[in-house]
């Protein structure tokens, strides 16, 4: 007898792995050039994370459309609500630190740096609910 995996979390599972690990790893790449920018106030590494921060948004978006099937009533977890909550307080906060840094690179230094430290604690918060649901890597 073979288990059977619902086909809508089936063919989603990896694709939203993989997506979530983007935001993720973009998140974290903004949030290190925001700390080389507020230690050396070369202004390239303002730039660097207001381009790493768009790419978040961008796959934060799809890792976000991706995540909604999961909160449908039908399968709906505690875990799987939090990552989903988690996820999309991440991008609101990645969407706000996009506007910081679309100011003056001097202006925006100690909230842009704020931001992205909240945008980056949040995705990680999504990826780590992802991993206890199962969502992210394994069966679901």
Known sequence: MVA?????LAASHPVHALLLGGTLA???????????YARSYEIQWNNFA???????????AAALAS???VV???SRTRAAV????ALLAAWIAGFFNA???ARDAWAGMPGGL?????AFALALLAAWFATVTGRAGGVP
Not at 4 to 8: D, I, L, W
Not at 114 to 118: A, E, F, G, M, Y
């Open 72 to 74: 449908l009533p039908a």
């Open 114 to 118: 704020v931001l992205s430290v909240i």
């Open 4 to 8: 059977t995996v619902p086909r809508r």
């Open 99 to 101: 506007l910081m840094h």
């Open 50 to 60: 207001s381009w790493l921060i768009v790419g978040g948004l961008v796959v934060g």
């Open 67 to 69: 995540a909604l099937p």
């Open 82 to 85: 939090v990552h989903t909550l």
């Open 26 to 36: 973009l998140f974290l790449g903004a949030l290190l050039s925001d700390i080389a």
